[in-house]
């Protein structure tokens, strides 16, 4: 074979000056369009850039992806979408690497599939060449077909071969390897190999005996179960499985893939009841589907033990694999249907049978808890559930859907139902992550030739996306509108919410980070960056008008960011923890490990589990008002215990007068601390900043805690039984147990402390309670003191006659003698005796302590509640220290200070933003800032029957601003920059000189609106058209121009709403001139334009540059391709042309006619570069 050397710097292979030369490029691509191939996926480069221009002059189209891997994926969703394989184009080395995954995912489900690579060239094998590797080598482990084509006669032949070997059963991926050198170079037509288009494969029919005997188990069986596998899909056998399995009235399921073979809602699918029907089906009739993990291998216990298998597959490596079946036929499913269907037999399954009525039952079962799920109010945040249930509701039946993610797809399998063939795409078999939008793109590219109108929704998990995320450029480019909607719920299985996250993330993330932790990011953004509409949902309304809206896009794809419940996740199957407890005993599971690791390390938070996150109680939320108010009754009971027994114990008369009335209160404040313990145990917390709701992790932590043993359960000990012993009868001393409860009291103070708008007030009520607690107990001890020492025996103790005194006399004297002891007073008799001196001291010391507790407490507050006059007393300083340095005339200082007084003396915020963004979350801030500016922007006129997201975004943009007496807000002329709210005050429209007052604004009045919306016909245009004063001191909210505009390039149809409202105002005045010249009113509409807009405008510029490129760039290959044959003619006359058949590229510059030739041609391409680059533009675009 004798080829040349044709080097191309880009753009599409010419054929050499022979009409009957081809480059090596082109023939590899006609040898793909003659075996059928009609899609090539790939990123471009060298040496195969030319290989993508000869398709696409050859007609094969070419869709450029972002990664090869993306790129491997979309060729191989084709092959199972068509049945043809289509072809991944790669670089040589890196390029191969990435597009590995995808020829393992679809070699793995076997996917038809060619993959093209380029490498280096083959005389430079062996010598490090650029970016060499064994590329053929590391293609074999995940192809059936794997070649390196050594020259180009035999290019159709390669070609041939490597679609039949992936179309031929069982389908996989072929690989072919092309030397970088190859399709450079030229070869005559006559010297390539003609080589026929393959044939269709054979579709093998099963004999008459396995036909019998496949109707002979079916009828035995009691349970039949078919399932539909993505095999039957993939053999277009839809038809004949929907004829089989209703002629025969069997259930059945279908694996991921496989749904939409039959009607997900068909009558007779259980696959709702999945678990229940492979555990006790009797028969298990296999339609293309496989005996791997997705159906558990076909064992116990998720199937029965002695189940019969009947397998019809194509590859007889599926057939007995991992269970002997009870009956195998390797044959065509298609075939293999039809001949069931029409074999004459009028058997029939009972439809009344007990089996069908087991499944009914679970399917009915599974249907409520799915509708439980889906209206679930256990958190105001979506779930999976409830998102699929809206999107499900919306889309076309016939859509195509995309999914992965764990969760997203899994929980989705079951929620977003398929009613057609091949239109369900996810992870597969080999459970792949990040195949998701190019399965989109591929099937988006199919639809658009085959089926236009078609949608896909591709359905992502947020981790899920970010594998792949920037192939939303390629649909963006290729104008494919695909959907795009991610399930967010900031992590991989279960995220945390954001204020939990940035707490973790302030410290070592890399340490305090769960793993399965993301940020719950704005995805919606992405699309704006590429012209594109994004959508942020967060409620069920804002789902459905989303998904409405993108499927009114019928030429660019959406992305729809539906942010869920971070733990929201999948409910867990009872047979998964049967199968796991078992394995638990034998080997330490890594909860197990992390809890050892916990135990020595006690201050570690436990480690996490998702199932912990799950709801399946009742279930007390430590921030309801109902908790608060139940710290309250056991607050009480508490103190009831604190003040009573002491003073049960040392005054008896008190103790014995209402003996029935504190054995009452005595056993219902017990029952209230029963109560207490029970309600502990179900009291959720946040762990890894999740709430745990599952009470049966609450009761174990409960249970097993240092509180229950230490302070709950003791204090709960029935010590009331020493009553029977008659020493200790009634005597309530004994019931001192009951005061270790105390931590609840101290846990109200904390909680109410944090709640209450009167904090320092309530610090000094609980600061007095205390005082008077210590002062009633110390008054407690002085009775018994004297008691025990005897009345009247000392001048220190009581008198004699105080025996005789009522118990309200008795305890005013000694609470009033232990007042004056612990305030150290001392105005009381000297002790004489040891006791006496020990128990004066002790009182001394307390009273001390408490001297000191109270008058440091009482100093914090106040110098807390005089910060910030202190703050404003030193800014007050400063001001008037520089007033006076600058000089500052007394008049003008007087008002300054006025406007000070004025700011503290109302208790004004001298800047929101500080405390909007202060400690508080992100949605908090959003909330705080709606409850206190939604109201005053719902009043303006011109925002009515707006979009509420609007209002929300608008709400953010306020900002305060104040003005004092006689201020001037804005005076007729100034250019409108901002719209002004009166939230407080009262503002004056005045003359030009000021002293007409012609109307009064109040507080919500609206001002200064119409000059920043820009309205074309504007008489007035952007100026201000009245002098505003504040008459007094007054608040008032600013929106900015830019601010306003910056929200409404999001909304176009509220923007057309608010134009016109505002032209209708106008219109009403006689402001607006109707008659504008079609000059202006263009550039008027033209700072109007959207960010959408011009973003298009630019796209079409762009279109037009790349026009002028392309004819600039046909200018310079047709330029090298005379040159080149100019070049060709001058080699032969001057006798240096040499006999190899490549020519390397050291040719020899020594000739005296090459130099003169090269210059010559600089200088050719140079002019006409010139004389292309004067033409104008008008006459490109004609062209």
Request: glycine residues 6%; charged residues 20%.
């Amino acid at each position: 074979m004798e080829a040349s050397s044709n080097t191309y710097v880009g753009g599409a292979p010419e054929t050499s000056g022979d009409h009957n030369e081809l480059a090596g490029s082109q023939l590899i691509s006609e040898a793909l369009k003659k075996q059928g191939v009609e899609y090539i996926f790939g990123v471009v480069g060298i040496p195969i850039i030319e290989v993508a221009f000869a398709a696409q002059q050859s007609q094969i189209k070419f869709i450029g992806m972002r990664n090869e891997q993306s790129a491997s994926y979309a060729a191989s969703a084709i092959g199972y979408l068509t049945g043809k394989p289509a072809v991944c184009l790669t670089v040589s080395g890196p390029g191969l690497i990435h597009a590995l995954g995808g020829m393992a995912n679809a070699q793995v489900n076997k996917w038809p599939m060619v993959v093209i690579s380029g490498s280096s060239d083959q005389p430079q094998e062996s010598m490090g060449a650029f970016q060499e590797f064994p590329q053929v080598e590391a293609a074999r482990l995940y192809s059936k077909y794997a070649a390196r084509i050594a020259s180009l006669d035999r290019v159709p032949f390669f070609v041939e071969k490597a679609v039949r070997s992936s179309v031929y059963s069982p389908s996989g991926v072929s690989y072919l390897d092309i030397p970088g050198e190859l399709v450079t170079s030229t070869i005559n037509t006559s010297q390539v190999e003609q080589v026929p288009k393959y044939r269709a494969p054979p579709k093998p029919a099963a004999s008459s005996e396995s036909l019998r005997e496949f109707m002979s188990l079916l009828q035995q069986s009691q349970k039949p179960l078919v399932i539909v596998g993505k095999g039957c899909s993939y053999g277009v056998a839809e038809q004949e499985a929907k004829r089989f399995i209703e002629q025969y009235n069997l259930p059945f399921l279908a694996t991921p893939m496989g749904k939409g073979t039959l009607d997900d809602r068909h009558p007779l699918s259980v696959g709702a009841a999945r678990s229940t029907a492979l555990k006790d089906a009797d028969c298990i009739i296999l339609l293309g589907a496989r005996l791997n993990w997705m159906l558990h291998f076909g064992r116990p216990p998720r199937f029965d033990p002695n189940v019969k298998i009947i397998q019809i597959d194509t590859d007889t490596r599926e057939l007995h694999n991992n269970l002997q079946s009870a009956l195998a036929i390797q044959a065509d499913l298609q075939t293999v249907l039809k001949q069931l269907v029409e074999g004459g037999t009028k058997w029939k399954y009972d439809g009344a049978t007990p089996w069908w009525s087991l499944l009914k039952k679970k399917l009915a079962a599974n249907k409520d808890r799915s509708d439980a799920l889906i209206h679930s109010k256990e958190s105001a945040m979506l779930n999976y559930y409830s998102a699929f249930d809206a999107i499900q509701s919306i889309i076309p039946q016939d859509a195509i859907i995309v999914s992965e993610g764990a969760n997203t797809m899994d929980i989705g399998r079951t929620m977003l139902l398929n009613s057609k063939a091949r239109h369900r795409l996810d992870a597969g078999t080999f459970g792949t992550m990040g195949v998701g939008p190019g399965f989109a793109i591929a099937a988006a590219v199919y639809c658009q030739d085959h089926e236009p109108g078609k949608r896909v929704v591709c359905v992502e998990g947020d981790s899920a996306f970010g594998f792949s995320a920037m192939e939303f450029e390629t649909a963006a480019r290729y104008s494919l509108p695909i959907i795009f909607i991610i399930i967010n719920n900031g992590g991989i299985y279960a995220g945390v919410d954001s204020e939990s996250f940035q707490d973790m993330a302030r410290q070592d993330a890399a340490l305090n980070l769960p793993p399965t932790s993301l940020i719950q990011a704005h995805y919606e953004r992405i699309a704006d960056a590429f012209g594109c509409q994004g959508y942020l949902a967060r409620s069920l309304d804002e789902v459905k008008k989303s998904v409405q809206s993108a499927l009114a896009e019928k030429t660019r794809p959406s992305i729809i960011n539906v942010f869920i419940e971070p733990s929201s996740g999948r409910v867990q199957q009872r047979i998964r923890q049967r199968i796991l407890r078992p394995l638990a005993k034998q080997t330490p599971t890594n909860d197990q490990q992390a809890a050892l690791l916990h135990e020595h390390n006690p201050k570690a938070e436990a480690p996490i589990r998702n199932e912990d996150f799950q709801a399946t109680g009742f279930v007390i939320d430590p921030q309801h008002y109902l908790y608060h108010y139940w710290l309250a009754i056991i607050s009480l009971a508490v103190a009831y215990n604190l003040l009573l027994i002491p003073a049960r114990y040392a005054f008896h008369d008190l103790d014995k007068n209402l003996r029935i009335l504190w054995i009452s209160l005595d056993y219902t404040f017990d029952c209230v601390y029963l109560i207490d313990m029970f309600f502990q145990s179900r009291t959720g917390h946040f762990s890894h900043g999740l709430f745990v709701r599952n009470h049966h992790v609450l009761s174990r932590n409960y249970f097993t805690s240092r509180q229950f043993y230490i302070h709950d359960l003791l204090s709960i000990i029935p010590t009331d039984l020493l009553y029977f012993i008659p020493k200790y009868r009634f005597v309530s001393i004994i019931r001192c147990n009951r005061l270790l409860r105390i931590h609840r009291l101290t846990e109200f103070q904390d909680l109410t402390e944090s709640r209450t708008r009167f904090p320092n007030a309530f610090r000094i009520f609980c600061l007095i309670g205390l005082t008077l607690t210590l002062i009633h107990w110390n008054c407690c001890a002085y009775l018994l003191i004297c008691q025990y020492l005897g009345f009247g025996t000392d001048r220190w103790v009581l008198p004699t006659t105080a025996k005789n005194e009522t118990v309200a006399m008795l305890y005013t004297y000694c609470f009033y003698w232990s007042t004056l002891l612990l305030s150290t007073i001392g105005d009381v008799p000297l002790p004489t005796k040891r006791e006496e001196y020990v128990f004066v001291l002790f009182d001394y010391m307390i009273g001390i302590l408490i001297f000191a507790t109270i008058i440091g407490n009482l100093g914090t507050m106040i110098s807390s509640q005089n910060q910030s006059r202190q703050q404003v007393r030193e800014k007050m300083d400063e001001i008037k220290r520089y007033m006076k340095f600058r000089s500052v005339n007394r008049k003008l200082e007087q008002k300054v200070i006025k406007w000070l007084d004025y700011l503290y003396t109302n208790r004004q915020v001298l800047s929101e933003e500080m405390v909007l963004n202060s400690d508080l979350s992100v949605e908090l801030r959003k909330d705080l800032a709606i409850k206190v500016h939604l109201e005053s922007l719902q009043q303006v006129t011109l925002f009515h029957d707006c979009e509420p997201n609007l209002l929300v975004e608008l709400v953010t943009k306020l900002k305060p601003t104040f003005f004092g007496p006689g201020d001037y807000v804005c005076q007729k002329g100034d250019i409108g920059k901002e719209m002004y709210i009166i939230k407080r005050g009262q503002l004056g429209v005045v003359s030009d000189d000021g002293k007409t007052t012609f109307v009064i604004l109040k507080e919500g009045s609206v001002f200064g609106e119409i000059s920043i919306l820009n309205i074309p016909g504007s008489k007035n245009g952007n100026r201000r058209t009245a002098n505003v004063r504040s008459l007094g001191y007054s608040d008032l909210y600013t929106l900015r121009k830019e601010d306003l505009w910056h929200v409404l390039d999001n909304y176009p149809e509220s923007l057309s709403k608010i134009i016109e409202k505002g032209k209708s105002i106008l219109r009403k005045d006689n402001l607006l001139d109707e008659l504008v010249t079609d000059t202006k009113r263009h550039i008027e509409q033209e700072q109007l334009l959207s960010i959408q807009n011009r973003i298009k405008k630019l796209v079409d510029t762009e279109k037009s540059l790349n026009a002028r490129t392309t004819t600039f760039f046909d200018a310079y290959v047709e330029s090298i391709r005379k040159f080149k044959k100019h070049l060709s003619k001058m080699e032969y006359y001057y006798e240096t042309r040499k006999p190899s058949a490549i020519v390397t590229k050291s040719v020899p510059l020594t000739t005296p006619g090459i130099p003169f030739l090269l210059k010559q041609w600089k200088t050719n391409t140079a002019a006409h570069l010139q004389r292309f680059s004067s033409i104008p533009s008008g006459q490109l675009d004609d062209d």
